[in-house]
């Protein structure tokens, strides 16, 4: 063998729905929800921490900070200055994954 994958059509499209589900409810949805949960915090506040975002979603510390970063790097939150202080920049946009229905 050469080390080539050989799939079929069918293989591809089991393979397809898997991945687009994954993408889907995965961590944009979680992406979404911080994004939600800072837009009302900073609509009251101004800016926000990394705790409100904790106390918001119920998650885990790793988890929160891992998001709020992903979210820095997609310009939608910025730090305000102080160390684990969040301004609300914009909501997400992550573009839809549109795979081909057919290779």
């Not at 799939?7 to 995965?26: M, N, P, S, W």
């Not at 885990?60 to 160390?83: D, F, H, N, P, T």
């Amino acid at each position: 063998m050469s080390g080539a994958i050989v799939a079929t059509l069918e293989d591809y499209q089991i393979a397809r729905k898997l991945f687009q589900h994954c993408y889907e409810v995965g961590a944009d949805r979680s992406l979404e929800k911080l994004l939600s949960v800072a837009e009302k915090l900073a609509a009251r506040e101004g800016s926000f921490t990394a705790a409100d975002i904790i106390a918001g979603t119920g998650w885990g510390k790793s988890k929160a900070y891992e998001l709020l970063k992903r979210a820095e790097e997609l310009g939608c939150v910025v730090e305000a200055g102080e160390r684990s202080k969040y301004r609300f920049v914009r909501s997400s946009t992550v573009p839809p994954l549109n795979l081909p229905d057919e290779l």
